[in-house]
Protein backbone atom coordinates (compact mmCIF):
# COMPACT_ATOMS: atom_id res chain seq x y z
CA UNK A 1 0.00 0.00 0.00
CA UNK A 2 1.22 3.35 -1.21
CA UNK A 3 1.86 5.69 2.14
CA UNK A 4 0.73 9.12 1.50
CA UNK A 5 3.03 11.95 1.73
CA UNK A 6 2.40 14.36 5.51
CA UNK A 7 4.60 17.35 6.47
CA UNK A 8 4.31 16.68 10.13
CA UNK A 9 3.25 13.89 12.59
CA UNK A 10 2.87 14.88 15.59
CA UNK A 11 2.77 12.35 18.75
CA UNK A 12 1.50 14.06 22.10
CA UNK A 13 -0.63 12.46 24.22
CA UNK A 14 -1.29 16.28 26.47
CA UNK A 15 -4.97 17.45 24.72
CA UNK A 16 -4.30 20.90 25.00
CA UNK A 17 -0.64 21.05 23.88
CA UNK A 18 -1.29 18.77 21.28
CA UNK A 19 -4.51 20.73 19.79
CA UNK A 20 -2.42 23.82 20.28
CA UNK A 21 0.88 23.22 17.92
CA UNK A 22 -1.02 21.16 15.31
CA UNK A 23 -2.96 24.26 14.77
CA UNK A 24 -0.27 26.69 14.48
CA UNK A 25 1.74 24.51 12.54
CA UNK A 26 -1.78 23.93 10.38
CA UNK A 27 -1.79 28.06 10.03
CA UNK A 28 1.74 27.76 9.16
CA UNK A 29 0.78 25.95 5.96
CA UNK A 30 2.22 22.56 6.84
CA UNK A 31 -0.08 19.32 6.63
CA UNK A 32 -0.34 18.17 9.97
CA UNK A 33 -1.78 14.25 11.52
CA UNK A 34 -1.76 14.15 15.68
CA UNK A 35 -2.14 10.97 17.47
CA UNK A 36 -1.48 10.53 21.15
CA UNK A 37 0.08 7.24 21.78
CA UNK A 38 2.99 4.82 20.46
CA UNK A 39 0.34 2.26 18.89
CA UNK A 40 -1.25 5.19 17.00
CA UNK A 41 1.85 6.44 15.64
CA UNK A 42 3.38 3.27 14.36
CA UNK A 43 -0.38 2.85 13.04
CA UNK A 44 -0.11 6.30 11.59
CA UNK A 45 3.25 5.69 9.55
CA UNK A 46 2.11 2.19 8.25
CA UNK A 47 -0.42 4.76 6.30
CA UNK A 48 1.41 8.00 5.94
CA UNK A 49 4.98 9.00 4.87
CA UNK A 50 6.28 12.08 7.13
CA UNK A 51 8.46 14.81 6.51
CA UNK A 52 8.99 14.79 9.97
CA UNK A 53 8.02 13.13 13.04
CA UNK A 54 7.57 15.42 16.83
CA UNK A 55 7.51 12.94 19.55
CA UNK A 56 6.95 13.34 23.29
CA UNK A 57 9.50 10.95 24.40
CA UNK A 58 6.73 9.91 27.39
CA UNK A 59 3.39 8.34 26.49
CA UNK A 60 1.05 6.51 28.01
CA UNK A 61 1.24 3.52 26.26
CA UNK A 62 5.34 3.34 25.93
CA UNK A 63 7.72 5.93 24.69
CA UNK A 64 8.84 8.04 21.72
CA UNK A 65 11.61 5.55 21.73
CA UNK A 66 9.45 2.99 21.00
CA UNK A 67 8.13 4.49 17.96
CA UNK A 68 11.89 5.00 17.11
CA UNK A 69 13.16 1.69 17.07
CA UNK A 70 9.65 -0.59 16.35
CA UNK A 71 9.35 1.77 13.14
CA UNK A 72 12.87 2.02 12.09
CA UNK A 73 12.27 1.51 8.37
CA UNK A 74 9.28 3.29 7.84
CA UNK A 75 10.98 6.32 9.29
CA UNK A 76 14.43 5.98 7.09
CA UNK A 77 13.79 8.93 5.31
CA UNK A 78 12.02 10.63 7.88
CA UNK A 79 13.43 13.77 10.17
CA UNK A 80 12.53 13.47 14.00
CA UNK A 81 12.41 16.32 16.41
CA UNK A 82 11.68 14.79 20.28
CA UNK A 83 10.23 16.63 22.68
CA UNK A 84 11.04 15.70 26.36
CA UNK A 85 11.09 16.91 30.15
CA UNK A 86 14.94 17.95 31.99
CA UNK A 87 15.17 14.42 33.30
CA UNK A 88 14.77 12.64 29.92
CA UNK A 89 17.04 15.18 28.25
CA UNK A 90 20.07 12.27 28.68
CA UNK A 91 17.53 9.80 26.62
CA UNK A 92 17.17 12.50 24.16
CA UNK A 93 21.04 12.86 23.36
CA UNK A 94 21.11 9.42 23.16
CA UNK A 95 18.59 9.82 20.00
CA UNK A 96 20.15 12.01 18.22
CA UNK A 97 23.18 10.40 18.67
CA UNK A 98 21.42 7.04 16.94
CA UNK A 99 20.25 9.11 14.29
CA UNK A 100 17.37 11.30 15.64
CA UNK A 101 17.43 15.18 14.12
CA UNK A 102 16.73 17.34 17.34
CA UNK A 103 15.19 17.52 20.98
CA UNK A 104 13.25 20.50 22.48
CA UNK A 105 13.16 20.68 26.41
CA UNK A 106 9.53 21.26 27.48
CA UNK A 107 7.76 23.38 28.45
CA UNK A 108 9.68 25.07 25.20
CA UNK A 109 8.20 28.16 22.77
CA UNK A 110 5.97 27.60 20.58
CA UNK A 111 7.58 30.29 17.77
CA UNK A 112 10.63 28.59 18.46
CA UNK A 113 9.26 25.16 17.90
CA UNK A 114 8.19 26.68 14.24
CA UNK A 115 11.26 27.79 13.74
CA UNK A 116 13.11 24.47 14.07
CA UNK A 117 10.37 22.75 12.54
CA UNK A 118 10.70 24.46 9.21
CA UNK A 119 14.84 24.05 9.68
CA UNK A 120 14.44 20.65 10.18
CA UNK A 121 11.58 20.53 6.80
CA UNK A 122 13.99 23.05 4.43
CA UNK A 123 16.80 20.03 4.71
CA UNK A 124 14.42 16.89 4.99
CA UNK A 125 13.38 16.45 1.41
CA UNK A 126 16.04 13.93 -0.12
CA UNK A 127 16.41 13.87 -4.12
CA UNK A 128 14.30 11.93 -6.06
CA UNK A 129 14.81 8.39 -5.69
CA UNK A 130 17.09 8.42 -2.65
CA UNK A 131 13.67 7.17 -0.22
CA UNK A 132 13.47 3.83 -2.28
CA UNK A 133 17.24 3.54 -2.11
CA UNK A 134 17.16 4.14 1.88
CA UNK A 135 14.54 1.63 2.23
CA UNK A 136 16.38 -0.76 0.47
CA UNK A 137 19.34 -0.62 2.35
CA UNK A 138 17.45 -0.46 5.83
CA UNK A 139 15.19 -2.59 7.53
CA UNK A 140 13.97 -3.17 10.92
CA UNK A 141 17.44 -3.72 13.44
CA UNK A 142 18.12 -0.78 16.09
CA UNK A 143 21.65 -0.80 14.32
CA UNK A 144 20.79 -0.43 11.30
CA UNK A 145 18.32 2.86 12.20
CA UNK A 146 21.49 4.39 14.12
CA UNK A 147 23.29 3.82 10.74
CA UNK A 148 21.10 4.99 8.09
CA UNK A 149 20.72 8.21 10.57
CA UNK A 150 24.36 8.52 10.49
CA UNK A 151 24.46 8.22 6.68
CA UNK A 152 21.88 10.63 6.00
CA UNK A 153 23.59 13.27 8.64
CA UNK A 154 27.06 12.73 7.30
CA UNK A 155 25.19 13.27 3.73
CA UNK A 156 25.37 17.17 4.61
CA UNK A 157 28.64 17.28 5.00
CA UNK A 158 31.70 17.44 2.68
CA UNK A 159 34.52 15.64 4.47
CA UNK A 160 35.74 11.89 3.60
CA UNK A 161 34.16 9.11 4.88
CA UNK A 162 35.61 5.55 5.74
CA UNK A 163 33.32 2.87 5.62
CA UNK A 164 34.31 -0.31 7.03
CA UNK A 165 32.50 -4.04 6.76
CA UNK A 166 32.75 -7.26 5.72
CA UNK A 167 32.30 -8.51 2.06
CA UNK A 168 29.01 -7.91 0.71
CA UNK A 169 27.49 -5.84 3.35
CA UNK A 170 26.78 -2.99 1.33
CA UNK A 171 29.05 -0.81 2.08
CA UNK A 172 29.31 0.78 -2.01
CA UNK A 173 25.39 1.50 -1.57
CA UNK A 174 25.87 3.05 1.66
CA UNK A 175 28.38 5.43 -0.62
CA UNK A 176 25.58 5.73 -3.11
CA UNK A 177 23.36 7.01 -0.69
CA UNK A 178 25.75 9.66 0.98
CA UNK A 179 26.12 10.70 -2.08
CA UNK A 180 22.36 10.90 -3.52
CA UNK A 181 21.38 12.47 -0.04
CA UNK A 182 23.86 15.47 -0.29
CA UNK A 183 23.77 18.55 -2.37
CA UNK A 184 26.47 16.20 -5.06
CA UNK A 185 23.42 14.40 -6.17
CA UNK A 186 23.60 16.19 -9.53
CA UNK A 187 27.54 15.04 -10.48
CA UNK A 188 28.98 11.77 -11.06
CA UNK A 189 28.99 8.88 -8.46
CA UNK A 190 32.32 7.31 -9.45
CA UNK A 191 33.37 3.64 -7.85
CA UNK A 192 37.18 2.30 -8.27
CA UNK A 193 38.49 -0.50 -7.06
CA UNK A 194 41.79 0.12 -5.36
CA UNK A 195 43.54 -3.12 -5.61
CA UNK A 196 44.72 -2.26 -9.50
CA UNK A 197 47.62 -2.92 -11.66
CA UNK A 198 51.11 -1.25 -12.33
CA UNK A 199 52.16 2.39 -11.38
CA UNK A 200 51.61 4.29 -14.25
CA UNK A 201 48.15 2.50 -15.47
CA UNK A 202 47.25 3.73 -11.93
CA UNK A 203 48.48 7.10 -11.71
CA UNK A 204 46.83 7.47 -15.69
CA UNK A 205 43.15 6.16 -13.80
CA UNK A 206 43.06 8.66 -11.05
CA UNK A 207 45.36 11.46 -12.43
CA UNK A 208 44.76 11.44 -16.55
CA UNK A 209 47.95 12.07 -19.01
CA UNK A 210 48.64 14.35 -21.50
CA UNK A 211 49.30 13.27 -24.84
CA UNK A 212 52.76 11.90 -25.10
CA UNK A 213 53.35 11.32 -21.41
CA UNK A 214 53.94 7.56 -21.47
CA UNK A 215 54.21 5.68 -24.99
CA UNK A 216 50.69 4.60 -26.31
CA UNK A 217 49.33 8.06 -24.65
CA UNK A 218 48.37 9.49 -28.44
CA UNK A 219 45.79 12.23 -26.56
CA UNK A 220 44.83 13.75 -23.48
CA UNK A 221 43.34 11.55 -21.06
CA UNK A 222 40.85 12.44 -17.77
CA UNK A 223 41.39 10.54 -14.56
CA UNK A 224 38.82 9.60 -12.43
CA UNK A 225 39.86 12.75 -9.85
CA UNK A 226 39.17 14.77 -12.83
CA UNK A 227 35.78 13.02 -14.05
CA UNK A 228 33.95 13.15 -11.01
CA UNK A 229 33.71 16.73 -10.55
CA UNK A 230 31.85 17.93 -7.74
CA UNK A 231 30.58 14.66 -6.81
CA UNK A 232 31.65 11.68 -5.05
CA UNK A 233 35.09 9.10 -5.43
CA UNK A 234 34.63 5.82 -4.28
CA UNK A 235 37.49 3.91 -3.47
CA UNK A 236 37.07 0.53 -2.83
CA UNK A 237 39.04 -1.67 -1.21
CA UNK A 238 41.12 1.33 0.03
CA UNK A 239 43.91 -0.47 1.79
CA UNK A 240 44.89 -2.60 -1.47
CA UNK A 241 45.77 0.73 -2.84
CA UNK A 242 49.50 0.46 -4.44
CA UNK A 243 51.72 2.52 -1.90
CA UNK A 244 52.79 5.16 -4.55
CA UNK A 245 49.21 5.95 -4.86
CA UNK A 246 48.44 6.34 -1.85
CA UNK A 247 51.41 8.63 -1.11
CA UNK A 248 50.28 10.83 -3.82
CA UNK A 249 46.49 10.80 -3.16
CA UNK A 250 47.10 11.85 0.83
CA UNK A 251 48.94 15.41 -1.11
CA UNK A 252 46.11 15.63 -3.24
CA UNK A 253 44.07 15.38 0.30
CA UNK A 254 46.46 17.97 1.41
CA UNK A 255 47.05 19.93 -1.16
CA UNK A 256 43.37 20.52 -2.61
CA UNK A 257 44.65 19.76 -6.39
CA UNK A 258 46.65 17.58 -8.62
CA UNK A 259 48.06 17.41 -11.93
CA UNK A 260 48.05 14.93 -15.45
CA UNK A 261 50.67 12.90 -15.63
CA UNK A 262 52.96 15.00 -18.11
CA UNK A 263 50.99 17.76 -17.67
CA UNK A 264 51.95 21.23 -15.61
CA UNK A 265 48.78 22.63 -15.08
CA UNK A 266 47.84 22.37 -11.12
CA UNK A 267 43.86 21.27 -11.51
CA UNK A 268 41.21 21.60 -8.40
CA UNK A 269 40.02 18.59 -6.99
CA UNK A 270 36.83 19.57 -6.08
CA UNK A 271 34.95 15.75 -5.18
CA UNK A 272 34.51 14.33 -2.49
CA UNK A 273 35.78 10.77 -1.24
CA UNK A 274 33.85 7.59 0.45
CA UNK A 275 36.58 4.75 1.07
CA UNK A 276 35.81 1.25 1.99
CA UNK A 277 37.97 -1.81 2.84
CA UNK A 278 36.98 -5.11 4.60
CA UNK A 279 40.31 -5.49 6.38
CA UNK A 280 41.54 -5.14 9.32
CA UNK A 281 42.32 -1.15 9.60
CA UNK A 282 44.33 -1.62 12.51
CA UNK A 283 46.42 -4.95 11.13
CA UNK A 284 46.98 -2.80 7.82
CA UNK A 285 48.48 0.24 9.75
CA UNK A 286 50.53 -2.38 11.81
CA UNK A 287 51.85 -4.05 8.74
CA UNK A 288 52.58 -0.81 6.44
CA UNK A 289 49.96 -1.59 3.71
CA UNK A 290 47.69 1.24 4.59
CA UNK A 291 49.80 4.64 5.16
CA UNK A 292 49.16 6.08 8.47
CA UNK A 293 48.71 10.04 7.27
CA UNK A 294 46.52 8.40 4.27
CA UNK A 295 44.29 6.86 7.19
CA UNK A 296 43.59 10.24 9.27
CA UNK A 297 42.82 12.28 6.21
CA UNK A 298 40.17 9.75 4.82
CA UNK A 299 38.64 9.21 8.58
CA UNK A 300 36.68 12.55 8.49
CA UNK A 301 34.17 9.76 9.76
CA UNK A 302 34.51 6.13 10.57
CA UNK A 303 31.29 3.44 10.12
CA UNK A 304 31.28 0.09 10.34
CA UNK A 305 28.37 -1.54 8.60
CA UNK A 306 27.25 -5.04 10.71
CA UNK A 307 26.94 -8.53 8.75
CA UNK A 308 24.04 -9.79 8.25
CA UNK A 309 24.39 -12.49 10.81
CA UNK A 310 24.49 -9.90 13.71
CA UNK A 311 21.03 -8.36 11.96
CA UNK A 312 18.86 -11.54 11.85
CA UNK A 313 15.56 -9.28 12.47
CA UNK A 314 16.02 -8.32 9.14
CA UNK A 315 17.03 -11.51 7.10
CA UNK A 316 13.61 -12.17 6.90
CA UNK A 317 12.28 -8.81 5.66
CA UNK A 318 15.00 -7.99 3.46
CA UNK A 319 14.27 -11.56 1.51
CA UNK A 320 11.00 -10.72 0.98
CA UNK A 321 12.20 -7.77 -0.41
CA UNK A 322 14.36 -9.76 -2.53
CA UNK A 323 11.88 -11.80 -3.58
CA UNK A 324 9.37 -9.33 -5.45
CA UNK A 325 12.87 -7.69 -6.97
CA UNK A 326 13.95 -10.82 -8.49
CA UNK A 327 10.54 -13.21 -9.15
CA UNK A 328 8.54 -10.21 -10.61
CA UNK A 329 9.17 -11.44 -14.29
CA UNK A 330 8.25 -15.22 -13.04
CA UNK A 331 5.74 -17.12 -14.22
CA UNK A 332 5.12 -18.44 -10.78
CA UNK A 333 5.45 -15.24 -8.81
CA UNK A 334 4.89 -14.25 -5.91
CA UNK A 335 7.15 -16.40 -4.56
CA UNK A 336 6.50 -17.24 -1.07
CA UNK A 337 9.11 -18.84 1.82
CA UNK A 338 8.08 -22.34 3.15
CA UNK A 339 8.21 -22.60 7.08
CA UNK A 340 11.36 -24.42 6.66
CA UNK A 341 13.06 -21.73 4.08
CA UNK A 342 12.32 -19.34 6.91
CA UNK A 343 13.99 -21.76 9.19
CA UNK A 344 17.03 -21.78 7.50
CA UNK A 345 17.86 -18.11 6.36
CA UNK A 346 17.81 -17.19 9.78
CA UNK A 347 20.25 -19.83 11.15
CA UNK A 348 22.35 -19.80 8.04
CA UNK A 349 25.91 -18.33 8.73
CA UNK A 350 25.75 -15.86 5.85
CA UNK A 351 29.67 -15.37 4.65
CA UNK A 352 28.78 -13.64 1.78
CA UNK A 353 26.22 -11.27 3.66
CA UNK A 354 23.37 -9.63 1.82
CA UNK A 355 25.03 -10.34 -1.42
CA UNK A 356 24.89 -13.70 -0.47
CA UNK A 357 21.40 -13.38 0.58
CA UNK A 358 20.54 -11.52 -3.15
CA UNK A 359 22.77 -14.30 -4.80
CA UNK A 360 20.58 -17.28 -3.39
CA UNK A 361 17.22 -16.19 -3.97
CA UNK A 362 17.78 -14.72 -7.53
CA UNK A 363 19.15 -18.17 -8.08
CA UNK A 364 16.21 -19.29 -6.65
CA UNK A 365 13.93 -17.70 -8.56
CA UNK A 366 15.25 -18.74 -11.71
CA UNK A 367 15.26 -22.00 -11.03
CA UNK A 368 12.34 -22.72 -8.55
CA UNK A 369 9.48 -25.61 -10.10
CA UNK A 370 7.19 -23.96 -7.68
CA UNK A 371 5.66 -20.89 -6.28
CA UNK A 372 6.47 -22.25 -2.75
CA UNK A 373 10.65 -21.64 -2.08
CA UNK A 374 11.89 -24.69 0.41
CA UNK A 375 15.02 -24.62 1.47
CA UNK A 376 16.68 -26.57 -0.95
CA UNK A 377 15.53 -23.89 -3.45
CA UNK A 378 17.93 -21.43 -1.59
CA UNK A 379 20.46 -23.93 -0.53
CA UNK A 380 20.88 -26.52 -3.53
CA UNK A 381 24.17 -27.70 -1.99
CA UNK A 382 22.16 -28.77 1.40
CA UNK A 383 20.22 -30.74 -0.87
CA UNK A 384 19.52 -35.05 0.55
CA UNK A 385 20.19 -32.78 4.19
CA UNK A 386 17.83 -31.94 6.74
CA UNK A 387 17.89 -28.33 5.70
CA UNK A 388 15.22 -26.78 6.57
CA UNK A 389 14.42 -28.36 10.46
CA UNK A 390 17.72 -27.76 12.03
CA UNK A 391 18.73 -29.80 14.58
CA UNK A 392 19.22 -30.06 18.01
CA UNK A 393 23.27 -30.31 17.69
CA UNK A 394 23.12 -28.24 14.33
CA UNK A 395 21.43 -25.22 16.61
CA UNK A 396 23.90 -25.68 19.01
CA UNK A 397 27.10 -25.33 16.62
CA UNK A 398 25.46 -22.25 15.63
CA UNK A 399 24.84 -20.52 18.67
CA UNK A 400 28.43 -21.38 19.07
CA UNK A 401 29.30 -20.18 15.50
CA UNK A 402 27.47 -16.79 16.40
CA UNK A 403 29.37 -16.44 19.72
CA UNK A 404 32.92 -16.94 18.32
CA UNK A 405 32.41 -14.54 15.71
CA UNK A 406 30.49 -12.15 17.45
CA UNK A 407 33.52 -11.99 20.20
CA UNK A 408 36.37 -11.97 17.90
CA UNK A 409 34.56 -9.28 15.51
CA UNK A 410 34.56 -7.32 19.47
CA UNK A 411 38.46 -7.96 19.89
CA UNK A 412 39.11 -6.60 16.56
CA UNK A 413 39.64 -9.64 14.78
CA UNK A 414 42.67 -10.40 16.84
CA UNK A 415 42.34 -14.79 17.53
CA UNK A 416 44.28 -14.62 20.96
CA UNK A 417 42.48 -11.53 22.58
CA UNK A 418 39.21 -13.89 21.30
CA UNK A 419 40.00 -16.89 22.83
CA UNK A 420 41.40 -15.18 25.98
CA UNK A 421 37.83 -13.84 27.02
CA UNK A 422 35.86 -16.93 25.45
CA UNK A 423 38.37 -19.06 27.99
CA UNK A 424 39.76 -21.32 25.62
CA UNK A 425 42.59 -21.81 24.16
CA UNK A 426 43.74 -20.08 20.65
CA UNK A 427 44.24 -23.76 19.13
CA UNK A 428 40.69 -24.34 19.97
CA UNK A 429 39.34 -21.74 18.85
CA UNK A 430 40.55 -22.11 15.51
CA UNK A 431 39.32 -25.72 15.84
CA UNK A 432 35.81 -24.65 16.74
CA UNK A 433 35.49 -21.96 14.23
CA UNK A 434 36.69 -24.22 11.18
CA UNK A 435 33.98 -27.01 12.80
CA UNK A 436 31.41 -24.39 12.60
CA UNK A 437 32.09 -22.98 9.38
CA UNK A 438 33.68 -19.92 10.53
CA UNK A 439 36.66 -18.26 8.88
CA UNK A 440 39.90 -20.53 8.81
Same mark, same amino acid.
Not at 30 to 47: F, G, H, M, P
Not at 182 to 190: E, G, L, N, T, V
Not at 365 to 385: N, V
Given at each position: ?????????????????????????????????????????????????????????????????????????????????????? +???????????????????????? #????????????? +?????????????????????????????RLARENFPILLMGET?? @????? =?????????????PFIPVSCADISDVAL??????????? !?? #????????????? %?????????????????????????QDGHFRRLGGDEPIR?? @?????????????????????????????????? *?????????????????????????????? !???????????????????????? #??????? +????????????? !????????????????????????? *????? =??????? %?? =?????? *???????????? #?? %???
Amino acid at each position: MKRQALDVLLVEDDGVLGGAVAQRLRLEGLSVLWVQSAAQAIEALQRHDPALMLSDIRLPDGTGEDVFRQAARLLADTEVMFATAY +AEVAQAVALVKAGASDYLIKPYDI #NDLVRRIKATLSR +AHLPKGVRTAFRSFHHDSAEMAALMGQLKRLARENFPILLMGETGT @GKEMA =ARLVHEASDRAAAPFIPVSCADISDVALESKYFGHEAGA !FP #NAVSRKAGVLEDV %GGGTLFLDEVCEMHPKMQAALVRVLQDGHFRRLGGDEPIRFE @GRIVAATNADVQEALAAGRLRQDLYYRLQGAQLT *IPPLRRRVPEILPLAERLLESYGGASPLAP !FTLSPAARSALVTHAWPGNVRELG #NRIAQAC +ALAESSTLGPADL !FPEHKGRDAGEPSLARVRAEAEREE *IERVI =AESGGRL %GE =AAKRLG *ISRTTLWKRRRA #NG %GGA
